[in-house]
């Protein structure tokens, strides 16, 4: 079986400072935004970027399940962390799912250079940073409770299905959006290969969805990974709908994966 992945759309910018977005005027509570922060990284060589969005009733004296969000692939890689917040409406969907009574967590959008959340040979070693650098860094700093999820659209639900099924235990929930399901020259382990091999029982609930007009990510290839993910024993929901690899799609997925990472973290 043959799966392809085409680029992404670009994603937007920001610099140096950490700084406010705007939110909606009818939002008396405000989330606080952080944009354009920065971990370092041994693994990485170097700081990576990240922003982070905090919910309207965040305290520091409490702890919080964490939402990890993860972007596509992108011609501007320095900014790419900022698309959910810049294009994905982040900020007010979320904090919309707060006011709805949804539970309160944190979401972070990390960058990833265009190597799919992996570690690549001989250049940047992501997954290391990620899974053993990253993600305590952020739940030291910003109170995390141990309960995480993760998502991400095109590289980022390739990366939300790599991460899910390499490392079930850390995670709650995986929803991958449009996701690519294989890479140019992928490595091992591929994902076909991370199915046919992980452990049923321990694995995160899955959800997959995509649009029936995508011409990035095409409809057929995720409805083969479907295919095979359902082949090997493992429950998966899988939504397909009118839409294409954008923007618009995206937004309509965003409140469904909250909702299924909230009730997952209860």
């Not at 006011?99 to 972070?108: H, K, T």
Request: aromatic share 10%; charged share 20%.
């Amino acid at each position: 079986m043959t799966l392809l992945l085409l680029p992404l759309v670009p994603i937007g910018c920001g610099k140096d400072t950490p700084k406010e977005e705007e939110v909606p005027e009818n939002v008396k509570t405000k989330p606080t935004i952080k944009k354009d922060m920065s971990c370092p990284s041994t693994a990485m060589k170097r700081g990576v970027p990240f922003s982070i969005w905090l919910p309207p009733t965040y305290d520091a004296s409490k702890s919080y399940p964490v939402l990890y969000l993860l972007h596509g692939y992108e011609w501007d890689v320095a900014t790419a962390h900022n698309g959910w917040l810049e294009k994905g409406n982040l900020s007010s969907i979320a904090t919309q799912y707060v006011r709805d009574g949804g539970v309160p967590m944190i979401v972070v959008t990390p960058n990833c250079p265009n190597d799919f959340y992996r570690d690549s040979p001989g250049g940047d070693q992501y997954e290391t940073f990620f899974i053993q650098e990253f993600i305590p860094y952020i739940e030291k700093e910003f109170h995390g409770n141990g309960k995480r999820a993760i998502a991400g659209l095109s590289m980022g639900g390739y990366g939300t299905l790599y991460h899910g099924f390499r490392h079930p235990d850390m995670f709650t929930i995986m929803y991958a959006m449009s996701p690519a399901t294989s890479t140019w020259g992928e490595p091992k382990p591929t994902l076909a290969e991370l199915v046919s091999t992980c452990d049923k029982d321990k694995l995160p609930k899955i959800t997959i969805e995509t649009g029936t007009g995508d011409m990035t990510v095409s409809l057929s290839s995720v409805e083969s990974f479907v295919d095979l993910v359902k082949g090997a024993g493992i429950s998966v929901a899988f939504e397909t709908r009118g839409g294409g690899h954008d923007w618009t799609f995206w937004q309509i997925c965003l409140p469904k994966a909250l909702k299924k990472a909230g009730e997952s973290f209860k």
